[in-house]
């Protein structure tokens, strides 16, 4: 079946740091991939989201791109704030199977001042 | 819109009563989720229901657990009776003709 594998936590970096999360991927069809954040006491929300091979999804300076030939979607981010300090969640969806959103176990980011 | 809605925030009860968490999800999604997350088992997919029919619940840990969806607008999981083990936070969350979902805010469950 169709699963997630994510980097372990808890990752901490300083401020302005250069930030990588893992993120590997297995599925028999097309998936969607998507990375959600979950800050302290909160619910998870979309951070971004790549729909096909190659796409890549950005926002609030993060950034990972499908790589369907390594079937990988790793989160990146240049220089790191404190404000990024969350739990982090790899997560696919394959539409052409069912409606299952299939998550990673999340990997806490602390971010230090 | 205000989101996908869930009830209570969080509920303290005793071993062996029923608890009931409530879910009103976003108007026009036709798929609705339940997550538990704990420390130890990270997000957990407990069921999952579209246009309002239970399509996966082979995550739900036992027959303790239910989950009903009577219509469009409100979905219920019930743990009777409850357990300790049963401590964790409860997510509810939907999906639309995007395959983007948006989660509630969270039940935090804890039985003594």
């Known amino acids: 079946g169709n699963s997630v594998t994510q980097m372990e936590g808890p990752v901490t970096l300083s401020e302005e740091a250069f930030l990588t999360i893992n993120c590997t991927y297995t599925a028999t069809g097309y998936p969607s991939l998507f990375w959600y954040v979950q800050y302290p006491g909160e619910g998870l929300q979309l951070l971004l989201k790549?729909?096909?091979?190659?796409d890549k999804g950005s926002n609030k300076g993060f950034e990972a791109t499908y790589r369907k030939e390594t079937t990988s979607f790793h989160l990146e981010k240049g220089s790191v704030q404190v404000s990024d300090s969350a739990v982090y969640f790899c997560?696919?969806?394959?539409?052409?199977?069912?409606?299952?959103?299939?998550f990673g176990k999340g990997t806490r980011l602390h971010i230090l001042p | 819109d205000a989101g996908v809605i869930q009830s209570p925030r969080h509920e303290v009860t005793e071993m062996g009563q029923e608890v009931t968490l409530r879910c009103k999800p976003i108007?026009?999604?036709?798929?609705l989720f339940w997550y538990r997350q704990t420390m130890m088992r990270g997000l957990e997919l407990l069921i999952y229901?579209?246009?309002?029919?239970?399509?996966?619940d082979s995550g739900m840990p036992e027959d303790r657990f239910s989950a009903k969806m009577p219509n469009a607008s409100f979905s219920t999981l019930k743990i009777q009776p409850s357990e300790p083990r049963d401590s964790a936070v409860y997510f509810c969350?939907?999906?639309?003709?995007?395959?983007?979902?948006?989660f509630g805010q969270g039940t935090r469950l804890t039985v003594v």
């Open positions: 969350a939907t999906t639309g003709e995007s395959t983007e979902a948006f």
């Open positions: 790549a729909t096909k091979a190659d």
């Open positions: 108007s026009g999604h036709n798929s």
């Open positions: 997560a696919l969806s394959d539409r052409g199977r069912d409606d299952k959103i299939i």
């Open positions: 229901f579209n246009n309002n029919v239970p399509i996966d």
